[in-house]
């Protein structure tokens, strides 16, 4: 039911979301028409382009014939190569989860780490360096920390390609760099999280039966420790996966935000729609998964959902 609940939550939100990319992508300036012609090409020819895409339509009427596209591909196709926007996304898809993905495991898991370092050694030496380490990774941009990577690791070491998909040593790097943030915040939160229930009852009784202080921390501390961390990691996905127009343009990887950001500069309206749809889909997605495994980490949360 709560699943059930919170899908039909979700439609009001798409049906905005929908509503309002149609309307500023309709905004961009540009004549999709004109840019498909060519400067060479006469009056007659725009507008005869121009009728055969619709783009004399009402706005009214576009965006009926954009809402049916969502379950017909064969309505939504590319002004450019005239192919189902579906198709072209999903080409380009795997490209983009394969880094997003990567990028959010392995923040996750160095993040946790780096947390429960900190919080088992509150100002030592490895707090100090993880805390300089994470407002490093918080505060750089993206494409500069791209660009920086590929300047040491490919061009000056050679270790690492720069550019392209081709092979698996070319995601090396763009998942390296985009994992930099979720790690960094991971690794604070989860260490002052675990700093605050360090201190709670239940841990002591825990300690006075015997167990090591890792096993206290991983077995019973680190789990209430994760709830706000859950949260916080379907943000940062959702983030990553908005974000992936500027890794998949610094490393030439032919993934949906590289596609976006050919879409824009080529005023091709059908693929900018879609894949920003897709895009708000995914956010609805997470955010439910998101509260599911935040339910499961805590139980009382599932009982406030719960209906008297």
Not at 181 to 208: C, H, I, N, Q
Not at 220 to 249: C, D, K, P, W, Y
Request: hydrophobic share 55%; with cysteine; glycine share 10%.
């Amino acid at each position: 039911m709560f699943v059930l609940r919170r899908l039909g939550g979700a439609l009001p939100t798409l049906f905005a979301v929908s509503l309002l990319v149609f309307l500023f992508v309709d905004l961009i300036p540009g004549d999709p028409a004109q840019i498909l012609a060519g400067p060479t090409a006469s009056n007659e020819e725009i507008e005869s382009i121009r009728q055969f895409l619709g783009l004399n339509e009402p706005l009214l009427t576009r965006y009926g014939h954009f809402l049916r596209g969502i379950w017909d591909p064969a309505i939504a196709t590319s002004f450019r190569t005239h192919r189902p926007v579906v198709v072209e996304l999903a080409e380009r898809l795997p490209n983009t989860l394969i880094v997003s993905i990567g990028g959010l495991v392995i923040g996750v898991v160095v993040g946790t780490l780096a947390g429960i370092v900190s919080a088992m050694r509150p100002g030592g030496f490895a707090d100090a360096a993880i805390t300089v380490l994470t407002l490093a990774g918080i505060s750089m941009p993206i494409y500069w920390l791209g660009l920086l990577c590929i300047w040491l690791f490919a061009v000056h070491l050679g270790w690492l390609p720069a550019a392209g998909a081709s092979t698996p040593a070319h995601f090396v790097l763009p998942i390296l760099v985009i994992a930099t943030r979720p790690a960094a915040m991971f690794s604070r939160l989860v260490a002052a999280s675990l700093t605050e229930t360090m201190g709670k009852d239940y841990l002591d009784t825990a300690r006075a039966k015997g167990l090591s202080e890792t096993r206290v921390v991983l077995a019973h501390a680190l789990r209430n420790s994760l709830i706000a961390a859950v949260s916080v990691a379907g943000v940062q996905f959702g983030g990553m996966l908005g974000g992936s127009v500027v890794t998949e343009t610094v490393f030439g990887i032919p993934g949906v935000g590289r596609l976006l950001v050919d879409a824009v500069s080529r005023a091709d309206y059908p693929v900018i729609q879609y894949a920003i749809l897709m895009f708000a889909v995914f956010f609805v997605v997470i955010n439910l998964v998101t509260d599911l495994l935040t339910q499961w980490l805590d139980p009382r949360t599932r009982e406030q959902e719960t209906p008297a």
